[in-house]
């Protein structure tokens, strides 16, 4: 999906019906009562060879007080914020409104793309109001019927040149990931970061563990929201920074909760939006709580950061409220290792978002995990550490037939991938894969980082090997079998 599109407006004006036909399905309940629509909708939309996502939203109103009304319209001003593209419908046949011109003066500050649609266009009736759109400000506008499916390729005309260009925003902020190694630049390979291509990090954890507030900290300025309030941050928030000397954008993400507590729309856009950051990630930071570390979804996360292949620090926040200090880092490093076996070695830092003790130790920590991410051993050094592993620890030999181990390199970085070349692969257990992991990331300091090891066959270079033999013609003849060939 290379943009997000928001349909907003006032309501009755025919915006569920619209986000039923992009996404092809009735997902979303339409009647000719307004107010039908409460909570945010997603769905994968198409439009002739356009993949987006569409959000539905519901209709504005001019309440801005707590009751229900004005909950609403929090909901559609959030959604807004976080959609590239706000498409926002009038009802062409009612004409514009106070309100329409209200809120057109909102988007206008609020959205830097907004597309202006006149729905229920269809007949003379409707000519009137698309005169008076018009007066919105906000270009010429589209004569759409959602109903009978009429002014799309109109829309389609309009999001096709913005699509380019999320297309090249999101190849352009993409970090470079299974970057092939080559041999003549094993030892120098590793990209600087500059402020104009930064390192990317994603801050990530289940809500209220600090993350707006651990990224305020480090940038010196209380530039996000914070609060006591669990889930205060929704959109993912990129921030730009040069942190003591290393450039670097920050991605403040929102809480992750399981996912059957997942309920509100805009949450579970929240939370797509931070995986989305991840994958858009050099370095991941997994936030703990200090008082409830290591709770299932904080394995989740960082799971899910390993996965994908990113260097992964490990933080555990509010450290200036523990008491026994040495007690619990005990603990806490106890249960990394057996919770987490898949990131053995990689940074454990305790930190306090709110006086900043320990942010030092967490910025060496992302300097460290994105060079040993970036790591380049050479194909000599690799067989030299093959043989001594062979020679300590023999693969096994299932049904008596011995896996033979021929050689090794380094194909990948970023993170470090590795093959080796051998026979019966099919039948290499998963366990002497995991011996040999471990032991590339002690003997080559590659603590924490994802590797990726990679068993393939090598075929036999006897050139006679599956050809049938023949019998030379001399010794044919010789046997009875045909005459000498000519």
Known sequence: MSFTLAIVGRPNVGKSTLFNRLVGKRLALVDDQPGVTRDLREGDARLGDLRFTVIDTAGLEEAT???????????????????????????ARAGVTPTDQMFADILRKRSAHVILAANKAEGRAADAGMLEAYSLGLGEPIRLSAEHGEGLNDLYSQLMPLADKFAERAEADAPETDVSVDEDDAQDGVRVPTMDKPMQIAVVGRPNAGKSTLINQIFGDDRLLTGPEAGITRDAISLTMDWEGLPVRMFDTAGMRKKAKVQEKLEKLSVSDGLRAVKFAEVVIVLLD?????????????????????????????????????????????EFVRLLPQLRGAPLVTVSAKTGKGIDRLRDAVERAYNVWNRRVTTAQLNRWLAGMLEAHPPPAPG???????????????????????????????????????????????????????????????????????????????????????
């Not at 260097?311 to 555990?316: F, G």
């Not at 026979?423 to 300091?445: H, I």
């Not at 590659?446 to 393939?456: S, Y």
């Open 65 to 91: 007080d707590e009751s229900l009304q004005g909950r609403m319209r929090k909901l559609t001003e959030r959604a807004v914020d976080m959609a590239d593209i706000c498409l926002f419908m009038i009802d």
């Open 290 to 334: 200090a008082a409830i570390p290591f709770e299932q979804q904080d394995l989740r996360i960082a799971d899910l950061a390993e996965r994908e292949g990113r260097a992964v620090i490990v933080a555990v926040n509010k450290w200036d409220v523990e008491g026994d200090k040495q007690a619990k880092l005990r603990e806490l490093r106890e």
């Open 400 to 486: 008596g037939k011995r896996i033979k181990l021929r050689y090794m390199t380094q194909a990948k970085t970023r993170p470090p991938g590795f093959v080796v070349m051998c026979s019966n692969t099919e039948k290499m257990p998963a366990s002497y894969s995991r011996y040999l992991v471990n032991g590339l990331r002690e003997d080559f300091d590659m603590p924490g980082t994802p590797i990726r090891l990679h068993m393939r066959s090598q075929s036999d270079q006897n050139p006679y090997k599956g050809k049938k033999k023949s019998t030379p013609s001399r010794l044919r003849k010789h046997l009875g079998k045909g005459p000498v060939d000519k």
